[in-house]
C-alpha cells in the first residue's frame, strides 16, 4: 500500500541470495542486503525486506542491478536480551536498472517522538540526530532515525517533541562501535536517514507514543509485513 509519507526509491545490488524471513498469511517474506552505491563511490549495505510475490515475478539473479521502492519500516528484535529498533526497506515493487544508477532517495513526513540531540563531530560539523514517527495503515506507526548536517542540524534542533516535519534524503548505513560492560568493544551497524532537506509541515493526527506503538517481532523471531 503507497504511503505519500513514506517514499523510497533506491538502487542496487542483492549482496546473496535473500532468505526466508517469515510468512503472513501463507504469503512468506524474504530479507536480503542491498548494497546501493553513493556518487563518492561509498558503498551503503541496506537490509531490505521482498515480499513473496514480487521474487516470484522477478527473481533476481547474481549481479543483477535492482530498482526497489516502498517504504522504509522499523521493528523492535531482542539482542542479547535488549530490545533493538531494526530498520529495513520494505519493497513494494521491483524492475531492473541500470548498471551506473546511484539512486537512493527517501520522502518522509512524520512527527518527532523525541528530543532532537544536536552536537558537533570531532571535526566541527554540526550534526542533529532525530527519530521521527510516520504513520502507516492499520494505526501502525515506523520509528525512523534521521540526521541532519551543517544549517539542517541547526534547524532541526529548534523542533520540539510532536512537531511534523517533512524530509528528503538517502537511507545509509554506518558502522559503528558499541562497548560492552565486560570493557569490550563490537562493531555494530546502524541504519538511518540523512536528510538533504527539511521543513516543517501541516499538522495531523499525532502517533502513538512510542512504547505503545512499535511493532514486535513475533515468538518466533517472524518480521511483521
Known amino acids: 500500500m503507497e504511503n505519500p509519507n513514506n517514499r523510497i526509491v533506491a538502487?542496487?545490488?542483492?549482496?546473496?541470495?535473500?532468505?526466508?524471513?517469515?510468512?503472513?498469511?501463507n504469503e512468506p517474506f524474504y530479507t536480503g542486503t542491498l548494497l546501493v552505491k553513493r556518487l563518492s563511490g561509498t558503498v551503503d549495505r541496506l537490509p531490505v525486506t521482498l515480499p513473496g510475490k514480487?521474487?516470484?515475478?522477478?527473481?533476481?539473479?547474481?549481479?543483477?542491478?535492482?530498482?526497489?521502492?516502498?517504504?522504509?519500516r522499523s521493528y523492535?528484535?531482542?539482542?542479547?536480551?535488549?530490545?533493538?529498533?531494526?530498520?529495513?526497506?520494505?519493497?513494494?515493487?521491483?524492475?531492473?536498472a541500470q548498471d551506473?544508477?546511484?539512486?537512493n532517495r527517501v520522502t518522509l513526513t512524520g512527527a518527532l517522538c523525541k528530543p532532537p540531540i544536536y552536537r558537533s563531530t570531532p571535526f566541527g560539523r554540526e550534526i542533529c540526530d532525530m527519530m521521527l514517527a510516520v504513520n502507516r495503515a492499520f494505526?501502525?506507526?515506523?520509528?525512523?532515525?534521521?540526521?541532519?548536517?551543517?544549517?539542517?542540524?541547526?534547524?532541526?534542533?529548534?523542533?520540539?517533541?510532536?512537531?511534523?516535519?517533512?524530509?528528503?534524503?538517502?537511507?545509509?548505513?554506518?558502522?559503528?562501535?558499541?562497548l560492552l560492560e565486560s570493557g569490550e568493544y563490537i562493531t555494530r551497524n546502524a541504519y538511518e536517514v540523512s536528510a538533504f532537506t527539511l521543513e516543517a509541515a501541516s499538522a495531523e493526527t499525532a502517533p502513538?507514543?512510542?512504547?505503545?506503538?512499535r511493532p514486535v517481532l513475533h515468538e518466533n523471531g517472524a518480521l511483521p509485513s
Not at 60 to 70: A, C, D, H, K, N
Open 208 to 213: 502513538a507514543p512510542v512504547a505503545e506503538a
Open 100 to 103: 551506473d544508477d546511484t539512486l
Open 76 to 96: 523492535n528484535k531482542v539482542i542479547d536480551g535488549a530490545g533493538r529498533l531494526m530498520v529495513t526497506l520494505f519493497a513494494q515493487n521491483i524492475s531492473e
Open 54 to 72: 514480487l521474487l516470484a515475478c522477478m527473481p533476481p539473479y547474481e549481479g543483477q542491478m535492482l530498482l526497489i521502492s516502498g517504504q522504509v
Open 139 to 178: 494505526g501502525k506507526s515506523d520509528y525512523i532515525p534521521c540526521i541532519a548536517w551543517g544549517r539542517n542540524a541547526q534547524y532541526a534542533a529548534r523542533f520540539g517533541v510532536g512537531d511534523r516535519v517533512s524530509l528528503t534524503g538517502r537511507l545509509q548505513s554506518r558502522e559503528y562501535q558499541k
Open 11 to 25: 538502487a542496487g545490488r542483492l549482496a546473496d541470495k535473500p532468505a526466508l524471513s517469515h510468512e503472513v498469511m
